[in-house]
């Protein structure tokens, strides 16, 4: 999306933190800020993991909050704002009077009439609690989805999920490894795969390089994991979504393990089932790999049908609000503004 609002001669200023940062600091004019962040522990979230090390961050956080506010807000002064479910950005956007576009999957889970798993009702309503304290008043959602529902508003927009240049290019193949992405913590899930001695697992996510029978570890590199991903027979990984999308544009079946206590992985999981384009496996047991390996052709087959659309749509929408010097952005804006609806809150 930055290569593009570049290349269409927008001036672009960026805020991120972590792994966003690291990997656009060389190419965009970038701001490191602090971020939110999910500590898991056995493949679970952990709740007081996760509080403690938010609690730790607050200092941090309000120092990164002027600093964002002076060099961004008050110098650049931008004519519009565009989030990936950034908090700072998202509230600087309403104080300052702005246009706020949102461009995320998150929003799904706010402004989608979807069917999600009926066990999971508690934390569908609080998982959507948590998206309006994120982001409380976008003016035009951009939503990225890889299943279609119905919208709750007229400013929520709905697209295939974005993804990379370097996706786009790759020309999938069939190999005869299956792609595991997966940290620590399924040490015993891994154990779980050398019974399958017929299949070779190549295993990322543990950053080492080794073999131990038929598993086999590699160190992770955005180039070797593009070339495993696209020659892979399968992927078996947590629930995520961007992994998720690159493997139904390749057409590669895909065994879901999401992540115990993060709605949006176990909905994420859910949808590829119900959709018949892979399995989900909250419980990741060896019977679920032993399905899951019997019904690859089933799930090929599913995929062959399955229309997987690249980024045009939602860069031709993003060019449109911010045509004519963001017109169709100021006007979400001031619709927005003029009423407030219990849901468009």
Same mark, same amino acid.
């Given at each position: ?16 933190? /972590? ?30 993991? *996760? ?27 931008? /004519?519009?704002? &565009?989030? /990936?479910?950034?908090?700072? @950005?998202? =509230? ?22 979807? /069917? ?35 919208? @709750? ?8 999920? &974005? ?14 490894? &299956? ?10 899930? &891994? ?53 998720? +999308? ?38 990741? @047991?060896?019977?679920?790999? +032993? ?20 980024? *045009? ?25 003029? =009423?407030?609806?219990?849901? +468009?809150?």
């Amino acid at each position: 999306m930055a290569r593009h609002l570049v290349a269409q001669g927008h001036e672009v200023k960026m805020a991120s933190y /972590d792994r966003g940062y690291r990997n656009l600091r060389e190419e965009f004019d970038m701001l490191e800020i602090e971020g939110l962040v999910i500590a898991n522990e056995n493949n679970k979230v952990s709740k007081s993991k *996760t509080l403690a090390a938010n609690l730790g961050k607050l200092s941090a956080g309000l120092k990164t909050f002027r600093r964002l506010k002076k060099s961004l807000f008050e110098k650049f002064q931008p /004519d519009v704002v &565009i989030t /990936d479910f950034e908090p700072m @950005t998202a =509230y600087l956007a309403y104080t300052n009077d702005l246009p706020l576009i949102t461009i995320d999957n998150q929003h799904r889970m706010r402004y989608m009439q979807y /069917d999600g798993p009926a066990h999971l009702n508690t934390d569908r309503r609080l998982t959507k609690g948590v998206i309006r304290a994120m982001v409380p008043r976008p003016d035009v959602s951009l939503v990225i989805t890889f299943y279609e529902a119905p919208a @709750t508003n007229r400013r929520t927009l709905f697209f295939p999920p &974005i993804l990379r240049d370097e996706v786009l290019a790759t020309q999938p193949a069939e190999g005869d490894h &299956i792609l595991v992405y997966l940290s620590f913590g399924f040490d015993d899930f &891994i154990k779980q795969l050398k019974q399958f001695p017929n299949e070779t697992f190549r295993v990322y996510g543990y950053d080492r390089e080794a073999q131990d029978d038929n598993l086999h570890y590699r160190p992770f590199s955005k180039e070797g994991f593009m070339n495993g991903l696209a020659s892979s027979k399968a992927v078996m990984a947590t629930a995520g979504f961007t992994l998720m +999308s690159e493997a139904l544009w390749l057409k590669k079946p895909m065994l879901a393990l999401p992540m115990a206590g993060q709605f949006e992985q176990q909905l994420n999981g859910h949808c590829l089932e119900q959709m018949g384009l892979g399995k989900n496996a909250p419980e990741p @047991t060896r019977e679920a790999v +032993s399905d899951f390996l019997c019904r690859l052709p089933e799930y090929r087959a599913a995929l062959a049908q399955h229309e997987a659309r690249d980024n *045009t749509a939602i860069l031709n929408k993003l060019d449109e609000l911010l045509a004519d010097d963001c017109a169709l952005a100021r006007e979400f804006h001031a619709n927005r503004k003029s =009423y407030a609806a219990p849901e +468009s809150a």
